[in-house]
């Protein structure tokens, strides 16, 4: 993944977090855990670029593989639960 792929990645999440809401509150319990994976993802999208500054490929491989991982957690949400 190179910048500006984990910059759209992030603009993805911040959408998410701040726009793709329900308009009540308290969010029912699985509501809360699925928008839980988007912050994992957020962490390991940080991971990536300090790997990327760090010249780490195999941290920077490991948490690119983690972060399509939990992406793909939290949009196939509705078929695993």
Known sequence: MNKKQIEQEFKKIDYELRFNKPDFAPYPPELVKRREFLLFAQVHLSNILDAK????????????????KVIEIYYNWSANH
């Open 53 to 68: 500054l760090k010249k780490d490929k195999w941290d920077e491989r490991f948490e690119t593989e983690m972060y399509n």
